[in-house]
């Protein structure tokens, strides 16, 4: 199957510190790639969903301003934690999509702990 | 809107069957997928259904009904590697094509 890669694996990093997570589809052009944000033991939550080359589409209750999303080629989306608080700390999964597939291919996650 | 519900937990035994059941009520419908997520990993794709039937991939098969808006996943020959939360989660009809999630099931197998 395809291969999505996420780095880093894990970030420590100190309040009011940013982050910055980067998301590659390493054999196949994502045109979509998904962000989902992931507590311990909790299901996957749906932050957003960026198309290349445009603005990314925010969950309810997710602040834009805060995880800023960048899509800019058909390969790579990063997610950027600004301003990061310890309740940011949480396991963050990018998927991807490529165009007229049905299969959405997860990254193994970063790991973010904010002290 | 999605609304997914699943099983919290299920508990069986190493060689046996098990039916972990979804169900969905859905705004608009493109699919529904199943996942398997060990604890720390992300997770790993395992089935794809948008049309009624049940569709099979070694020991797991995955039953889809849409008018009644339910689904499960059939894992045979159960090992204890098989032991991992199973998410349902179902597609939208938008041009993104969004996922929304169930909270999981965790299965856990003993021998």
């Known amino acids: 199957g395809a291969v999505v890669s996420q780095h880093p694996s894990w970030v420590i990093c100190k309040s009011g510190t940013s982050v910055k997570i980067e998301c590659r589809s390493l054999d196949f052009q994502a045109t979509t790639m998904f962000w989902y944000r992931q507590f311990p033991k909790q299901s996957l939550m749906l932050m957003a969903t960026?198309?290349?080359?445009?603005?990314?589409?925010?969950e309810q209750g997710v602040e834009k301003d805060k995880f800023l999303i960048n899509h800019a080629s058909l390969t790579l989306s990063t997610l950027t934690v600004t301003s990061a608080h310890p309740e940011d700390s949480s396991f963050y999964i990018c998927?991807?999509?490529?165009?007229?597939?049905?299969?959405?291919?997860f990254g193994p996650g970063t790991r973010l702990t904010v002290l | 809107g999605q609304n997914i519900d699943q099983p919290t937990e299920m508990t069986a035994t190493e060689g046996a069957i098990v039916q972990i059941n979804c169900t969905y009520q859905t705004s608009g419908f493109n699919g529904l997928f199943w996942y398997q997520q060990h604890a720390g990993e992300a997770p790993t794709f395992l089935s794809y259904n948008v049309l009624d039937g049940l569709e099979e991939k070694g020991r797991f098969s995955s039953f889809l009904s849409r008018s009644k808006g339910y689904s499960y996943l059939l894992l045979k020959e159960l090992q204890m590697k098989d032991s991992a939360s199973y998410l349902c989660?179902?597609?939208?009809?938008?041009?993104?094509?969004?996922?929304?999630f169930g909270d999981g099931t965790t299965l856990t197998v003993k021998p």
């Open positions: 989660a179902v597609r939208d009809n938008t041009n993104a094509g969004k996922s929304t």
């Open positions: 960026s198309n290349e080359g445009s603005k990314a589409t925010y």
């Open positions: 998927s991807a999509r490529g165009l007229a597939s049905n299969e959405q291919f």
